[in-house]
């Protein structure tokens, strides 16, 4: 018998391993397409829709990795029965411990500066088409006011960190993944990871000259190994006014205007006959007439009532924002691709183009890209590609009458006149029969224009906006051919941008309707004789920005020492507007940080920095800052309280940063000298010499000198408090003289700026949130934060009025934007001359240096005694033009796939003088609002009705002055968001083939509550008839494939 030897086969033909299991995310819901790759190769599968895999391994010692959008990077080894269930942490979760700060990130626990971050999720909660108006009331210490109302492209916020300090610039800095950008307003929140606020000088000073206002750092989305992942969303919403005037009749009018000539002591303008006939324009007619329809047009036509506010402006226009994006990648190669289109609605009712041949309406449409690229060219080199761009385009009426085609000016215009036209005017149009064209604008001749006119016949404007931002990188890590935990890193970045308008103007003839309402009769006289055809203007403006960064990064651990340390160089070149000299910033950064076993921190971080704006002999500043911690609760002795107390940290720091933002001009070190004409022009060729503002060859940089203090607590590892006390010292501030003499043939106004000012400020920060899981399917959370500031200026160079002033200083001793007016006497009551014996009284001891009160109108307190009120007597009312608290607050609860959240913002201690068109009534032939319904009359007082406005008038009065009245507090509290949400079942989204599916409703800017007496104006408003600020109802859908 012949013998045999038994072969093994080879190793390839080894039968693999089965391993199965299971993916959840943090809450038990399955994960479905999750990707399972085996670590090394590319061997891959995803998880099915209730979260189940199955996969085949060459051996027992592989290992598994666990990769989906949005979570944690997960690694398992096969155990002995290869069935693994894995829980994927969520990647919010996880960057709550790591904090984005200056030119890299930290962990949370090392962190001794003031940083605060707000997340995605957040902010894609917000409908608004402006990112800076999504962030109110999000973080600490960050104060947005959507000052510029809701005009689609124009809708951007005023952004502050910690108030004020300067009367310069008080914008903070803003860059995009690590670039400074002033493009905030036009990032969809679909792209951005995260938002974190540098607030105090340890986390600015490498900004050096840049860094006193605080820094915004805006980080957006990369990549993650795994299989590509595709999401679509889409929304649709319907915006409208938050607030609007209410609507007074032509009786309410003509009423209101007769009481405020009888006041005046006057002739009343409008008899009974013709009130009777407003009430009743049919009176007289025969509803059997063959004409009838005809004579109740004309009727109605003649003796109108108007709502033009209601007919000119649309009660809802909708918004449309469509959102895909896809993100993957392999060990290799991740990316971050992302397209968003919103179009943003008006809300002007114009006429159609298919009539005027031109379209006037307002609306936006923007297109957003973004792709961020993260190529591993080998274990230790690693390339980054980050592209970002956009373009806007933005319709609207001509701004062609405007000087300097001013959009801005044309569109509060355009509010104005919707609201001072009367609702006796005939029109718009005119009606045909009468001698001339039918259709042609009616043109009231008590006002300047028209809203009809301007927002239809008039033409057209429009204005196309790109931006290209794009970034060039990479990072070579060095801890293997120079020593452990060094790295290089460099960064060039070149951002274009673009703007081109077309304004077509023209002009019509218009025609000012007059009725003879003793006859009833109707006619038309030419108001305006110009036409011409729509003329076309166009313009262009292009400009680039060049940003150059490298650095030497080293992180490391020696035992339980953790030492950090950065430095890096950086370059800006960027042009502000074509044919400017364009600005050059340098500068050095560098920082160390230490801890000791995560319980002792200690971090310097300086700043090296020129700018141009400066001589050459004053150009570069340096900027340090220091801060130190102590992280109580990793502490051996505190282990015992560490369930209790599941963190407890103490941070303090002290540094200084400069401001460069001194001045709307630039070169202030120069003598500002013009050659044209001048008194000497009629000799030689006319050149003359025109001194304007005398330059100051020392001037310099604003510098703050910051300290803040903090403290971290959290209990039971769910309730978390921060609070921080902060203090300001700004120095250097650049100021015109007071009290320095006029010099010889040089105005005032051209007297040399100085770095002269002075203004501290103060104030605390309070973060809480708490965060509780129920049970598996219930959880909630709520997230609140309270800001408050006050600034005061110490010095301002004002010279000191004499000793009859009732405030010798007007700046000096106050704060920043601080409102004057006269101070109301309400000692009898009401603040009103209740009848003539009061006021006779009153005038026989005092009098008003600016006109003589009537019964009805405010009494003024004579603050200094001297029997006159005057400017001598202007006191502090109330409190700033800049909020000195803000606050907001976040309700979240999750049942099941259900989600509701609710979003509160607030301000207060903020106030504004409201005055002219849209508060005052004597504007034109008269402008009422409701509150003037309840003027003082002496009957209205009699009978103890309530009075919400002085005695009206057809004139200006001794109450049309900045007073505590008309300065009013702006604190609102908005309901900022509300959303209630429901993510399909496992087992649905698995007969829909999809990972998952999110749908929603949800409400922006739904509700508000403040303190203004008028309440056709929204407290946000900073002009009484600015475009109003929108809200909005939304709808939508998500969709992860």
Do not use: C
């Amino acid at each position: 018998m012949k013998k045999t030897n038994a072969v093994s086969p080879p190793a390839a033909a080894q039968q693999d391993i089965i391993v199965t299991g299971k993916v959840y995310d943090d809450k038990g819901n399955p994960l479905a397409n999750v990707s399972i790759v085996v670590k090394g190769s590319t061997k891959g599968v995803s998880s099915a829709a209730d979260g189940s895999f199955s996969i085949s391994v060459s051996n027992q010692s592989a290992v598994l990795v666990f990769s989906y959008v949005g979570m944690e990077i997960k690694e398992a080894s096969i155990p002995a029965n290869r069935n693994i269930n894995v829980v994927l942490t969520p990647l919010v979760s996880a960057m709550e411990d790591v904090v984005v700060v200056a030119y890299g990130s930290q962990k949370k626990i090392t962190v001794t500066g003031a940083v605060s971050t707000v997340n995605s999720e957040q902010l894609k909660q917000s409908s608004s088409a402006s990112l800076a108006n999504a962030l109110a009331g999000r973080l600490s210490g960050l104060t947005a006011i959507q000052s510029g109302g809701g005009q689609p492209g124009r809708d951007d916020a005023t952004l502050y960190l910690r108030g004020a300090a300067t009367v310069n610039g008080n914008s903070p800095l803003i860059l995009i993944d690590g670039v400074p950008r002033d493009n905030i307003r036009t990032i969809d929140p679909n792209e951005v990871a995260s938002i974190s606020i540098l607030k105090d000088a340890s986390a600015t000073a490498v900004f050096g000259v840049r860094g006193a206002n605080g820094v915004i750092l805006i980080t957006t989305k990369r990549g993650t190994p795994g299989k590509a992942q595709l999401t679509a969303s889409v929304d649709q919403s319907f915006s409208s006014f938050t607030r609007e005037p209410e609507w007074l009749h032509s009786v309410d009018y003509l009423k209101l205007r007769n009481e405020a000539a009888k006041n005046d002591g006057i002739a009343i303008p409008y008899s009974d006959e013709l009130i009777s006939k407003f009430e009743n324009p049919l009176q007289g007619l025969d509803p059997n007439a063959p004409d009838y329809a005809e004579q109740v047009a004309y009727r109605n036509y003649i003796y109108p009532d108007h709502y033009w506010y209601g007919e000119l402006i649309k009660k809802n226009t909708p918004q449309t924002r469509v959102n895909i994006g896809v993100t993957g990648g392999t060990s290799k190669l991740s990316y971050f691709v992302n397209g968003v289109y919103l179009h943003q609605g008006g809300n002007l009712n114009t006429e159609p183009k298919s009539k005027l041949g031109y379209d006037p309406s307002s609306w936006m449409d923007r297109y957003n890209f973004r792709a961020n690229l993260d190529y591993k060219v080998s274990p230790s080199f690693k390339a980054f590609l980050n592209i970002g761009s956009y373009i806007e385009k933005v319709n609207m009426p001509s701004a062609g009458t405007y000087p300097g085609y001013d959009t801005k000016w044309m569109m509060t215009d355009l509010i104005y006149q919707t609201q001072t036209i009367l609702p006796i005017t005939p029109g718009p149009t005119t009606l045909g029969g009468y001698g001339v064209p039918e259709d042609a604008v009616v043109y009231p001749t008590y006002l300047d224009r028209t809203a009809f006119e301007i927002m239809n016949r008039q033409g057209f404007r429009n204005e196309m906006r790109s931006n290209l931002n794009t970034s060039l990188g990479a990072e070579w890590d060095l801890s293997k051919l120079v020593i452990p935990g060094l790295s290089v890193k460099g960064m060039i970045s070149y951002d274009a941008k673009a703007t081109s308008a077309m304004d077509g103007y023209k002009n019509e003839r218009l025609y000012a309707a007059q009725v003879n309402y003793e006859t009833n009769e109707l006619s038309y006289a030419v108001q305006r004789n110009a036409e011409s055809f729509l003329n076309i203007l166009k313009g262009y403006d292009s400009r680039y920005n060049i940003n150059m960064q490298a650095s030497v990064n080293y992180q490391n651990s020696f035992g339980k020492h953790n030492v950090g340390a950065l430095v890096l160089g950086q370059r800006d070149y960027w042009e502000t507007t074509a044919g400017e000299i364009p600005y050059n910033v340098i500068g050095l950064a560098g920082r160390v940080t230490y801890d000791y076993d995560k319980r002792y921190l200690a971090e310097v971080n300086l700043g090296y920095n020129g700018s141009e704006q400066f001589a050459p002999a004053n150009r570069y500043g340096f900027f340090p800052a220091a801060s130190v911690g102590w992280v109580i609760s990793n502490e051996p002795f505190f282990q015992s309280l560490s369930y209790t107390v599941s963190n407890l940290k103490l941070r303090a720091s002290y540094g200084k940063v400069g401001n460069d933002k001194i001045g709307s001009s630039r070169f202030l070190y120069l003598d500002n000298i013009t050659v044209g004409g001048g008194p000497l022009s009629t000799l030689g060729r006319g050149q003359g010499i025109n001194q304007g503002l005398l330059g100051n060859p020392a001037l310099s940089w604003e510098v703050a000198a910051k300290q803040n203090y903090g403290v971290e607590v959290g209990l039971f590892n769910e309730l978390n408090i921060s609070f921080d006390y902060f203090f300001e010292k700004r120095t250097d501030i650049l100021i015109s003289r007071g009290t320095v003499p006029a010099l010889q043939g040089v105005p005032l106004g051209n007297i040399p700026k100085v770095n002269m000012g002075i203004v501290d400020n103060r104030g605390y920060e309070i973060e809480v949130s708490y965060n509780k899981k129920l049970s598996k399917n219930f959880s909630f959370m709520v997230k609140g934060n309270l800001g408050y500031n006050h600034n005061t200026v110490k010095f301002y160079d004002e010279p000191i009025s004499d000793d009859s002033y009732a405030y010798r200083y007007r700046t000096t001793g106050f704060s920043l934007g601080q409102a004057w007016g006269y101070k109301i006497d309400y000692s009898n009551g009401n603040g009103y001359f209740n009848s003539q014996q009061e006021l006779d009284a009153y005038l026989a001891k005092t009098t008003y240096g600016f006109g003589t009160p009537r019964v009805g109108d405010f009494i003024y307190q004579d603050l200094n005694g001297d029997g006159i009120v005057n400017d001598k007597d202007l006191a502090p009312i109330k409190y700033t033009s800049i909020p000195g608290q803000i606050y907001g607050l976040l309700l979240q609860v999750n049942y099941k796939g259900f989600e509701f959240s609710s979003f509160f913002q607030g301000v207060s201690k903020y106030s504004t003088n409201y005055a002219n068109q849209g508060v005052y009534e004597n504007i034109k032939l008269g402008t009422y609002y409701s509150y003037h319904t309840t003027a003082w009359t002496p009957e209205r007082y009699a009978a103890g009705e309530k009075i919400t406005y002085p005695a009206l008038s057809t004139n200006t009065t001794t109450n049309h002055r900045a007073n505590d009245f008309f300065i009013m507090d702006r604190s609102f509290i908005r309901l900022k968001n509300i959303e209630l949400a429901y993510n399909f079942t496992p087992s649905l989204l698995k007969t829909l083939r999809v990972q998952g599916v999110r749908t929603y409703i949800s409400a922006y800017n739904f509700f508000t509550w403040d303190k203004l007496k008028l309440d056709h104006l929204d407290p946000e408003n900073s002009e009484s008839l600015g475009y109003p600020v929108t809200k909005s109802l939304n709808f939508g859908v998500n969709i992860t494939f």
